[in-house]
């Protein structure tokens, strides 16, 4: 089965501290991405990352930054935590061949205060 | 992309078949309808997809109309665990490809 692993269940930061979750599948997968999750909003892409080393903004990427350094580990960064950032964060990755089919991981709910 | 919409909740009894509109009238002739589902303090889960034929899987079938403006989700014996908010995609299959998620509907399998 495949599995995607996320740091933390629940977190609480302060803001303006700088917040890491960290993401890691067990796949071999090429493909990886950081959703936030929202009441009435759905889910919108932060960024995705097709291999390592490479990134590229989705749809709100300000306010964050990634890393992958190592393929099967895919981390986002919130540089300096705001209120606005509170919320349900879902990581998930892909074989670039099955572009239907993403792998979601079990989220990450961020409140920071 | 195009838009989707669907019911914001629905019902369904135990052992019964669930079946969950979606409507995608403005979808173009390259765009595949997808379905996930996310069950309560989980994340989403892939169950299906289609381009313009029917499809069937282990977990579920989708019906796709003929001009291809809607489709449904069929889980055909319903039980407690399908509880869960079910989305429909719509979405060109490329390389570059995210999947923009909306509301969805909740599936609330009664006893």
């Known amino acids: 089965d495949v599995k995607v692993t996320q740091s933390s269940r629940y977190l609480v930061k302060r803001t303006g501290e700088k917040v890491f979750l960290e993401c890691v599948q067990d796949?071999?997968?090429?493909?990886m991405f950081w959703y936030r999750q929202d009441p009435g909003l759905g889910l919108r892409l932060i960024y995705f990352s097709y291999d390592v080393k490479m990134k590229e903004k989705g749809d709100i990427p300000e306010g964050y930054s990634v890393s992958r350094e190592k393929k099967e580990r895919f981390s986002l960064i919130l540089e300096s935590a705001s209120t606005n950032q509170t919320s349900m964060y879902l990581c998930a990755s892909r074989r670039p061949r099955d572009l239907y089919e993403q792998y979601f991981g079990p989220g990450t709910r961020l409140t920071v205060t | 992309d195009a838009k989707t919409t669907q019911p914001p909740s629905m019902d369904c009894a135990e052992g019964r078949a669930a079946n969950l509109p979606c409507n995608h009238s403005?979808?173009?002739?390259?765009?595949?309808v997808y379905w996930y589902r996310q069950i309560h303090s989980q994340g989403p889960q892939y169950i299906i997809h289609g381009l313009k034929n029917n499809e069937t899987n282990e977990m579920a079938s989708l019906i796709i109309t003929e001009d291809r403006k809607s489709s449904t989700l069929i889980l055909p014996h319903a039980t407690l665990r399908d509880t869960a908010v079910y989305y429909c995609?719509?979405?060109?299959?490329?390389?570059?490809?995210?999947?923009?998620f909306g509301t969805g509907t909740r599936l609330t399998v009664i006893p």
């Open positions: 403005t979808i173009s002739g390259n765009e595949y």
């Open positions: 995609i719509v979405r060109v299959q490329t390389g570059a490809n995210n999947l923009f």
């Open positions: 796949m071999d997968h090429e493909n």
